[in-house]
């Protein structure tokens, strides 16, 4: 077992050192767009984290103007049949 750890330890830090090598060619028009996006990130991550419940459902929209959509679409609905049978 502790020959699997080696081989993992020296994969993380072949890992590690490449992560490093990357960093050290960014320029600085690279780092100030990567604190642009993480300072974007944790306002909306506090902004959303202060929320009681979510505005909509998960997937968005007005769930019962859906389901009307959808009673149209199968059919259901009285003023489908009403244009449907003149």
Not at 46 to 58: A, F, G
Not at 62 to 70: E, W
Request: glycine share 6%; charged share 25%; proline share 2%.
């Amino acid at each position: 077992m502790k020959e699997g750890n080696k081989e993992e330890d020296t994969l993380d830090t072949e890992i590690l050192s490449k992560l490093i090598v990357k960093a050290k060619k960014l320029k600085w028009q690279d780092w100030v767009l990567i604190l642009c996006i993480l300072t974007a990130f944790i306002i909306f991550f506090n902004h959303i984290n202060s929320y009681q419940q979510l505005p909509s459902p998960v997937f968005g929209g007005d769930y019962f103007r859906d389901r009307g959509f959808i009673k149209n679409i199968r059919g259901q609905s009285s003023m489908v049949r009403w244009v449907l049978c003149k």
